[in-house]
């Protein structure tokens, strides 16, 4: 379970961030952690073990963090324990992103990515995903294309929010057997786990 919020629009996201993961607590979780990306393209990634008023705390609810476009996620760890380093986001040289679900051929792909030269600094099948989707993104140049390639080669569960750096208005999101919603407003739009966020 555990839950994804994004967030696009004219106001702060990372207190409205905090305030949607707020309401997917009912779905259980370990960790926590935002990402924020700034109009001058800056991100900055917080995240802490335990409850949510934890990472609130740490980032002075949200104050902390500059920028109208953002990822948060809650995670129920499946791949690795709930550590500081296990949470997400997780990035990759391109991209940072947030995962909902379980990839089942992770050891498969992240012996392929090692062969490959990719290093990991977590234990969670997720950092896998975020690393296959940069190297499809440094083949194909196109979002959207690398996406839709590494999900040809991922088998499991996926609900995915991705931030490219070098694109700071867009977030990308895509599932498959793991919910997530989307919501447009009047200059802002919001993914999420569950209608509450
Ligand atoms: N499998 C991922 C992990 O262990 C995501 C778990 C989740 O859905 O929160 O980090």
Known sequence: MCGIVGFIGQEQAAPILLDGLAHLEYRGYDSAGVAVISAQGKLQVEKAVGRLKVLSKQIHGGADLEGCIGLGHTRWATHGAPTESNAHPHASHTLTL???????????????????????????????????????????????????????????????????????????????????????????????????A
């Open 98 to 196: 947030v995962h909902n679900g379980i990839l089942d051929n992770f050891a498969q792909i992240k012996r392929q990515l090692l062969d490959e030269g990719y290093t990991f600094a977590s234990e969670t099948d997720t950092e896998c995903i975020a690393h296959l989707i940069d190297r499809e993104y440094r083949r194909l140049g196109k979002p959207e294309a690398a996406i839709y390639e590494a999900c040809e080669q991922m088998r499991g569960s996926y609900a995915l929010a991705i931030l490219f750096h070098d694109i700071p208005d867009v977030i990308y999101a895509v599932r498959h057997d793991s919910p997530l919603v989307l919501a447009v407003g009047d200059g802002e739009c919001f993914i999420a786990s569950d209608a509450p």
